[in-house]
C-alpha cells in the first residue's frame, strides 16, 4: 500500500466512453479480465455482456456493493472488495481492463508487469503524459503502446488533464 488510509480517489468514466475502450481492447469470451479499481462497473458492465470471465476489485465498500447488484445478472462476474495492489493475482494466464486511481498507476505498472505475474495484457486507462512514458520505455518483458485518447470530459468528475489508454503487450509467455 502506498500510504496510510484507504485511497478513495475516483474519476469514473461514462457510459459510450467506457464501452469504447472495452470495445478497444478486444476481450475474447474465454478471457480472464481484472477491472481493477472498478468503481460501480463502467467497465465492468461491457466486459460482462462480452462474455468474458471478470474480476472486479474495489476498495470502497459501498461502491463494491452497488457493483455487485449492478453485475448480478451475469454469472461470470466475482466483486473483490480489496486494495488492487495487495489483492492476489490469478495464477493463470489473464487480461486486465481497467480504469485506477491515477496516484496509484505506477505502482499498480510494476506489480502487473513483475516477472512473476501472468498478466498477457492491459489496457489500463492513465494520464496521457504516463502513457507516453511507457510507450517510449515499457516495462522489461513487454510492448507499450498510447492507445485510445480519452479526454477530461470522458469521466465525471473530470481530471485535470486528458487521459489515454495504455495498452501493454506482453512478449512471450508468462513465467510460472
Do not use: K
Request: glycine content about 10%.
Amino acid at each position: 500500500m502506498a500510504g496510510p488510509g484507504p485511497r478513495w480517489g475516483w474519476h469514473r468514466l461514462t457510459g459510450p466512453w467506457a464501452d469504447r475502450i472495452v470495445a478497444g481492447a478486444g476481450v475474447a469470451r474465454t478471457d480472464l479480465v481484472l477491472d481493477l479499481g472498478s468503481g460501480t462497473g463502467a467497465l465492468t458492465r461491457p466486459l460482462a455482456a462480452r462474455g468474458a470471465r471478470v474480476i472486479a476489485v474495489e476498495l470502497h465498500p459501498g461502491r463494491a456493493a452497488r457493483l455487485g447488484e449492478a453485475v448480478r445478472r451475469y454469472p461470470a462476474v466475482t466483486v473483490v472488495v480489496d486494495d488492487v495492489l495487495d489483492v492476489p493475482l490469478p495464477r493463470r494466464p489473464f487480461r486486465v481492463v481497467a480504469n485506477p486511481p491515477y496516484a496509484i498507476c505506477a505502482e499498480l505498472v510494476r506489480r502487473l508487469t513483475d516477472r512473476r505475474s501472468s498478466m498477457v495484457r492491459a489496457d489500463l486507462v492513465v494520464p496521457r503524459w504516463m502513457a507516453r512514458r511507457y510507450a517510449a520505455r515499457p516495462p522489461r518483458g513487454f510492448h507499450a503502446e498510447v492507445g485510445r485518447h480519452v479526454p477530461a470530459g470522458a469521466f465525471v468528475p473530470a481530471p485535470r488533464d486528458d487521459s489515454a489508454v495504455l495498452v501493454l503487450r506482453r512478449q512471450g509467455r508468462p513465467r510460472r
